[in-house]
C-alpha cells in the first residue's frame, strides 16, 4: 500500500542545534514530496517540495530537505533551530497513479527549548 | 503568495443545527479544492475533493448527505455540516491548488474551522 512514515510523533531540539525531523515513504513510480508547517489552531503552510532535479531543496524560513531515493527518505533538516520553529510538521507525498492525491503523514511536533 | 481565505474560524452550534463553512481562493482560481478535518491526535483526514461545477468526491467512509459540499464558482467551495451532533466537532480545514500551476504545485491552506457542536 501506498504510504508515509513519519516515525517520530515529537521531537526536540535545543535552540541553535540542527534539527532534522524524518520522513520516508512508499510508493509507486515517481514521487512529489511535500513538507508543510502548522501552527496552532492555523492551517498549513507549504515549506519545500521535490518533484525533479537536485536532491537538496531548500525553503522557506531556512528549512531544506534531501531527497533520497535508495532510501525512500525526504528528511526535513534545518542548521540552526529556533524557537518559533516550534510546529508540527507534515509530509506528504503524491504519485501519478492516485492523480496526484496527497497522502499525509501523521505529523511531528518539534518543541525547540530556549 | 496565493491566499485561502476560510470562515468563520470558530463556530459553537447546538446538536441537530447545520453549520457552513466558506473557503475562498483570494488571489487565484482553483477547480479543485480540498476538505480536510484534523483529529485531536493530529492526523490529516481526506473528507473530499470539491469540484468546480460538478459533485464532490467523497472518501471511503466519510457522509456525503451529512457533509455537503458545494463548489459554485472556481474561486469559492462550501462545506456545509448537517444536523451536527457533538461527535462532529473538530477542526475542519480547506485547501486549494492553483488552476494554472498544476499538480507539482503545493496546496494553499485555509486557517481553519474550529466547529464546537454542544
Known amino acids: 500500500a501506498q504510504s508515509v512514515a513519519q516515525p517520530e510523533d515529537q521531537v526536540n531540539v535545543a535552540e541553535g542545534n540542527p534539527l532534522t525531523v524524518k520522513c520516508t515513504y512508499s510508493v509507486s513510480g515517481n514521487p512529489y514530496l511535500f513538507w508543510y508547517v502548522q501552527y496552532p489552531n492555523r492551517g498549513l503552510q507549504f515549506l519545500l517540495k521535490y518533484i525533479t532535479g537536485d536532491n537538496l531543496v531548500k525553503g522557506s524560513y531556512g528549512f531544506e530537505a534531501e531527497f533520497n531515493k535508495s532510501q525512500t527518505s525526504f528528511h526535513l533538516k534545518k542548521p540552526s533551530a529556533l524557537v518559533s520553529d516550534s510546529a508540527l510538521y507534515f509530509c506528504?507525498?503524491?504519485?501519478?497513479?492516485?492523480?496526484?492525491?496527497?497522502?499525509w503523514g501523521l505529523g511531528t511536533s518539534l518543541a525547540v527549548n530556549p | 503568495g496565493a491566499v485561502v481565505s476560510q470562515h468563520p474560524s470558530r463556530v459553537i452550534c447546538k446538536s441537530g443545527t447545520s453549520v457552513k463553512i466558506e473557503c475562498r481562493s483570494l488571489?487565484?482560481?482553483?477547480?479543485?479544492m480540498f476538505w480536510y478535518r484534523q483529529f485531536p491526535k493530529k492526523s490529516l483526514m481526506l473528507m473530499a475533493t470539491?469540484?468546480?461545477?460538478?459533485?464532490?468526491?467523497?472518501e471511503q467512509g466519510v457522509e456525503k448527505d451529512k457533509f455537503l459540499i458545494n463548489h459554485a464558482s472556481l474561486t469559492l467551495s462550501t462545506l456545509t455540516v448537517t444536523s451536527a451532533h457533538p461527535e462532529d466537532s473538530s477542526f475542519y480545514i480547506c485547501?486549494?491548488?492553483?488552476?494554472?500551476?498544476?499538480?507539482?504545485?503545493?496546496?494553499?491552506f485555509g486557517n481553519g474551522t474550529r466547529l464546537t457542536v454542544t
Open positions: 488571489d487565484f482560481q482553483a477547480t479543485t
Open positions: 470539491s469540484n468546480e461545477g460538478s459533485k464532490a468526491t467523497y
Open positions: 506528504a507525498v503524491s504519485y501519478a497513479g492516485n492523480n496526484r492525491k496527497l497522502i
Open positions: 485547501s486549494a491548488r492553483d488552476l494554472i500551476t498544476g499538480p507539482g504545485s503545493p496546496l494553499h
